[in-house]
């Protein structure tokens, strides 16, 4: 319980030095000189939906949003036509106070993301999706029984090579996730050849999507959409004002909050022998709290031999 503990509340981004407990504070993009605050609000990551407190830093026009938005579409491969649906979309994420939170720890996961959507041939603004997922918690559970950084079912997430014991869990482990969630992207691509489709069924399930492509008689996804679940009408304008916000955001925020790492300096390595996160810490002197987030996959203090364990030296 501890370490499940210690882990939800290392996904809170600081910006000052790990043993300093100080609330979130805004630094200049070029300025990142700490990893997590692993001491501040331990509830955000179970009440971050939940916040509105204040809208993005700066004012943008309509106009100003309609034709960014269309240029950020000539640089993607993942598009939708701009419209007052998506326009609502990118307005409710930007009421979101802890939003720049959040892009600032998509950073540290996008070298992960982007590997792996390279390695499977997939688009590279499908690393914004983990953002409508999950918010970006590798342990993020929904009611449905959805886990992990990409929210895999369980029947889904077994297809694709995940499991879990009472000990390793691989639901919550991002690169095994990602992988299987690449997989599974494509997979899905190759059913309906449409993205927008392809984000409706990742979120509903093949077999909704594919009744409400026979129900519409057309494989457009703004006819499509009338025939999907309230939810997953939701799911597609949500992820293209994540993908919009995130590719444009210099034009609501001046400032990203950033980790001081990011995934391309995580190291693997497979035990030969049962540890614990404290021993395995102090024998390789690195950060316990680092090796906590690091690792959301082993959910209890102790290390099975033969799993792979992630650190940062």
């Not at 809208?55 to 240029?71: A, G, Y």
């Not at 400032?255 to 995580?266: A, H, Q, W």
Request: aromatic share 16%; net charge positive.
């Amino acid at each position: 319980m501890l370490k499940q503990i210690i882990t939800i509340t290392a996904l809170l981004i600081s910006l000052t030095v790990c043993s300093q407990k100080l609330k979130m504070v805004k630094t200049d993009i070029k300025d990142s000189l700490s990893f997590i605050d692993y001491e501040s609000d331990a509830k955000w990551i179970k009440t971050i939906k939940g916040y509105k407190l204040s809208e993005s830093e700066i004012k943008v026009t309509r106009v100003q949003i309609r034709d960014n938005f269309e240029f950020s579409n000539s640089n993607s491969d993942v598009i939708i036509e701009y419209n007052d649906i998506i326009d609502d979309y990118i307005s409710k994420y930007t009421s979101y106070s802890w939003l720049p939170k959040t892009y600032g720890l998509l950073n540290f996961y996008e070298p992960l993301f982007e590997a792996k959507l390279k390695e499977y041939n997939l688009p590279l603004d499908l690393k914004y999706l983990p953002i409508v997922e999950s918010n970006l918690n590798p342990v993020a559970g929904s009611w449905a029984g959805a886990s992990g950084l990409w929210q895999f079912m369980p029947l889904t997430g077994k297809q694709y090579g995940l499991a879990k014991s009472n000990k390793v869990n691989l639901f919550y482990d991002p690169l095994m996730s990602t992988d299987s969630a690449c997989r599974y992207l494509k997979q899905l691509f190759k059913i309906f050849g449409d993205w927008n489709l392809v984000l409706s069924a990742y979120n509903s399930g093949e077999g909704r999507v594919l009744k409400a492509i026979k129900a519409a008689g057309s494989k457009n996804y703004w006819k499509v959409r009338k025939f999907l679940p309230a939810e997953t009408r939701a799911y597609a304008p949500s992820f293209h004002a994540v993908r919009f916000i995130g590719k444009m955001y210099g034009i609501y925020y001046s400032y990203l909050p950033r980790l001081k790492y990011n995934y391309s300096e995580v190291r693997e390595v497979t035990l030969k022998q049962t540890t614990t996160f404290r021993s395995f810490a102090s024998i390789n002197k690195v950060n316990l709290e680092v090796l906590y987030f690091l690792n959301p996959h082993i959910v209890t203090e102790e290390i099975p031999k033969n799993t792979f364990i992630y650190y940062i030296k």
